[in-house]
């Protein structure tokens, strides 16, 4: 995964050490200027936990009191203190995408087992949405909602996956089941094909 930063692609490692570079280079409080500061600004505002564009204008700082870290104070006065180690983090949506793919996995594997060969001829291997694409179905299913309060993760006490409403609560993993058997046009590709498909739409 290449990251950019003032038009130079990073490993997210590299960029851990760079930032890491910054932070320790000189060991008190201080301002940051010049070139330090539009680096620190660029990497956090676009790869920060997927992105925070209000860190792009942010005055930043280096605090050593404590624990060592970045502090940026933003225009309205808030202080933001980001952490190095979450650079290049996937956003909120990348989670809650994951987690969306995991639910359908057991009607994709049942669509598998019943049509196993590709239109090719060839064994199957991947089930694939024709369309709407999977990406169009969450877009669709997603559009009333606001996605940073659907809480995404995986209870490893009850072994089942976690979509849920905040507000309310409301458990949206059989709601979204119900959407995509609806909604969802499945096929099942080879190798091959899904490759090609895969480059097509790269």
């Not at 809650?96 to 196993?116: F, P, S």
């Not at 809480?151 to 949206?172: I, S």
Request: proline fraction near 3%; charge should be positive.
């Amino acid at each position: 995964m290449q990251l950019d930063v003032l038009g130079r692609a990073y490993t997210k490692g590299a960029l851990r050490s760079a930032l890491s570079g910054i932070l320790y280079a000189v060991r008190i409080d201080r301002v940051l200027g010049g070139d330090e500061l539009a680096f620190v600004r660029d990497a956090f505002a676009q790869h920060y936990k997927g992105g925070d564009a209000r860190l792009a204008t942010a005055n930043v700082g280096v605090r050593w009191a404590g624990y060592p870290g970045f502090v940026f104070v933003l225009p309205d006065g808030s202080v933001v203190e980001p952490s190095i180690r979450y650079m290049g983090s996937t956003s909120h949506i990348d989670r809650v995408t994951k987690r969306l793919r995991k639910i359908v996995d057991d009607d994709t594997r049942a669509h598998r087992r019943e049509h196993q060969t590709c239109s090719c001829g060839a064994p199957g291997q991947h089930t694939d949405h024709v369309s709407p694409t999977f990406a169009e179905l969450r877009d669709a299913w997603l559009a009333r909602a606001d996605v940073e309060q659907i809480e995404a993760a995986f209870d490893r006490t009850t072994m089942r996956h976690v979509l849920r409403w905040r507000p309310t609560g409301v458990d949206l993993v059989p709601l979204w089941l119900a959407y995509h058997r609806e909604h969802a046009k499945l096929q099942t590709l080879c190798v091959a094909c899904h490759k090609a498909k895969t480059t097509a739409h790269a």
